[in-house]
């Protein structure tokens, strides 16, 4: 058998014209009277490379189908129909291969192949490669660009059409099994030693939506406006584990299309504190976020689901200082004037105290406090009032000076950089808005790749799109 398969493939068309060519080439160094370019060998080379591994996954893909009178699928006959033709994309190109066709007797449902179900091919577009390269550039581009991309590297060549579907496809088996895959992510994840704190963060950002609400909604208390009409929050969470030298180990982010009380946001937050404590209790707990009511409301709730028999870990409510910095710069425009030298002596001086007196922020509110009393333009009172609430508000998350003493992050900037990388740089180009689905398949790749998770979820996803079934006798 294996002499007959290696004589097979030698006398296959592909690798008689890569040699072809390669004697051709030969010839051209010998006749040439300058050197031959050196691009467009490598792009033959590359075609006649190509053309053999569309002949060998294609002979492989055909050992998948079944012949046989009738196939069962979950308790379900389905008889044999026809033998029928059809194109995949494979990572080297499209191929084109004969399979089997079955349907229920005497139904007019839709046929069922048996070599797609075993073979995983993914809408019965794609071979798991080839899917798995499209779904990963989709993840970082429009299906217009990956397209472009794609006819440039001259090996998988999908339209924008099949591109859009693929995302989705993916997303669909992710969410079906979102839970249980979830979990087997992080039971083969190790918790690095030096691990000393871990660090929950929540936030959004304001996404275009085709389906959203078309009517602007009022920004929540310590919040910017929620931006134009038809917009709504994304939601971002990340947990993160440090060192006591404040080096950042890991980290998992998470993107969640807009939902009421980012409910399944708050879900994967809690179960990744939950595997993490289960292994790691003595870890310093620090939630992290700007000062938004609905972010402390979430981070307040979350459950690590420890035994009453285990020492709760300590947990820390920090504020992120750069947002507190903005507040306290806005007060001081409104008491000192905006851009003045006065403001920037003032502001540096009590961003000093704020972050490093261990009383900073009393400091703060009675500065706050006292010009409040002084000052008598309406416009410049009722700024001084709002940033005065802002902190009064915080106080308690606010302690600096302590936390840095600790060892502890003040700063948000990771999922800050989450509402950047997995929302802003792929949702918020030019023209796009957003389908809540759409959104959460790209989300959902984005997430898995910048958590380090990309290729053990897809192994997880692959088999998700294999189909068990019998071969009746």
């Known amino acids: 058998m294996e002499v007959s398969h290696k004589t097979k493939i030698l006398e296959s068309p592909a690798v008689e014209q890569l040699c072809s060519y390669l004697s051709h080439r030969n010839e051209s160094w010998e006749n040439a009277e300058s050197a031959p370019d050196l691009e467009t060998f490598e792009t033959e080379l590359h075609k006649c490379v190509m053309a053999l591994e569309r002949e060998l996954v294609a002979e492989e893909l055909s050992r998948y189908d079944v012949h046989a009178e009738a196939v069962e699928v979950e308790g379900v006959r389905y008889n044999w129909v026809m033998s029928s033709p059809e194109s995949y994309q494979s990572a080297a190109g499209e191929i084109r291969i004969e399979r089997q066709l079955y349907r229920q007797s005497g139904q007019k449902t839709k046929s069922i192949c048996p070599l797609e179900m075993r073979s995983g091919v993914v809408m019965g577009l794609m071979t798991p490669r080839a899917a798995r390269q499209s779904a990963f550039v989709m993840a970082q581009m429009p299906a217009g660009t990956a397209e472009k ?12 059409s099949t591109l859009g579907k693929i995302p989705s496809a993916i997303s669909e088996v992710w969410e079906t099994h979102r839970v249980k895959w979830e979990d087997e992510l992080r039971c083969t994840e190790v918790i690095p030693s030096e691990a000393a704190v871990l660090v929950v963060s929540q936030d959004g950002v304001m996404t275009p939506m085709k389906d959203g609400n078309r009517a602007a909604k009022r920004a929540q208390p310590d919040k910017q406006p929620q931006g134009p009409s038809g917009y709504k929050e994304v939601g971002c969470g990340t947990v993160t584990l440090y060192d006591n030298e404040g080096t950042r180990l890991q980290t998992v982010r998470y993107g969640r299309m807009p939902e009421k009380n980012k409910v399944t946001l708050h879900e994967q937050l809690e179960a990744e504190c939950q595997s993490v404590l289960s292994v790691r209790p003595d870890l310093t707990v620090v939630m992290l976020a700007d000062g938004a009511k609905d972010n402390w409301q979430s981070l307040g709730t979350l459950d690590f689901g420890l035994d009453p028999d285990v020492t709760p870990p300590q947990v820390v409510y920090i504020v992120d200082f750069f947002h507190a910095a903005e507040h306290l710069k806005e007060g001081c425009d409104a008491i000192w004037g905006k851009a003045s030298v006065e403001t ?130």
Not at 149 to 160: D, H, Q, V
Request: net charge positive.
């Open 344 to 473: 920037k002596a003032h502001f540096e001086r009590l961003r000093v105290l704020l972050k490093e007196h261990p009383k900073g922020v009393d400091k703060v509110v009675n500065v706050l406090r006292y010009h409040l009393g002084r000052i008598k333009a309406p416009t410049r009172k009722e700024q001084i009032r709002k940033q005065l609430t802002y902190f009064r508000n915080q106080q308690e998350r606010m302690h600096y000076a302590d936390y840095l003493r600790q060892g502890l992050p003040i700063a948000s900037g990771v999922v800050e950089a989450a509402c950047k990388t997995l929302v802003t740089q792929r949702m918020k180009c030019s023209g796009m808005a957003w389908k809540q689905a759409g959104g959460q398949a790209i989300l959902t790749l984005r997430s898995l790749i910048q958590s380090d998770r990309w290729h053990r979820a897809w192994n997880l996803i692959k088999d998700g799109f294999c189909t068990p079934f019998t071969i009746c006798a």
């Open 149 to 160: 991309l794609f006819a440039e590297m001259g090996n998988l060549t999908p339209s924008r």
